[in-house]
């Protein structure tokens, strides 16, 4: 299955959201853009650190003020920008409004997921670097709770929202990672 130029690559921590978006990249060319990436671009502009919680400030005052949608409108024209490839991946998509804005610019949406505890095992063992990766398991499962579902601990964020608008579901649950890069490959023809 040849994916659009436009997808929106969502899914729990630690399935491989990440490693799909790169691997397009590298198979492809097409341009790997976290919606964060726009987020932290305004951070910039703001002279802001790019903490969790100024992540999670800026990117409800973005959606108060232009819709639910805002970071991946934001991210799209950023894309169209951009010159040398006509195909984007963007990761994070945690917002039923991004997911929309993405299927209204004729993207797709793929949901990636897998085991809680193969997730948690790969994000604490990993090498991402970032500061959510040291938590316990506990924490780890508190914070997807929030981030499923819309409440003011999970900073607006509806990711269960997302999956439901979902056009291709992934379950991650491969003991490798290269069982999971052999898979992409050979169902998207990358």
């Known amino acids: 299955m040849k994916l659009p130029k436009i997808i929106g690559i969502a899914g729990t921590n630690g399935s491989g959201k990440d490693t799909l978006g790169e691997l397009r990249r590298d198979r492809s060319g097409a341009l790997f853009m976290s919606l964060s990436d726009a987020l932290r671009a ?4 703001k002279g802001l650190e790019h903490t969790r919680s100024n992540l999670s400030s800026l990117s409800q ?25 006509d195909q984007v991946s963007l990761v994070s998509v945690r917002t039923p409004g991004e997911a929309q804005a993405i299927k209204d610019a004729g993207g797709q949406i793929i949901w990636v997921d897998a085991d809680s505890k193969r997730r948690y095992d790969r994000v604490t063992t990993g090498a991402r670097g970032r500061i959510d990766d040291h938590v316990t398991y506990e924490e780890f499962l508190e914070h997807e709770y929030n981030e499923m579902h819309p409440s003011e601990a999970g900073g607006g964020l509806n990711s269960a929202g997302v999956k439901a608008l979902a056009d291709i579901m992934i379950e991650n649950n491969f003991d490798s990672v290269d069982e999971y890069i052999t898979y992409l490959i050979e169902t998207f023809e990358l």
């Open 61 to 85: 005052s973005l959606r108060a003020a232009e819709g639910d949608g805002a970071v991946a409108v934001r991210a799209i024209e950023l894309f169209n920008k951009q010159s040398g490839t």
């Open 42 to 45: 305004l951070l910039d502009e």
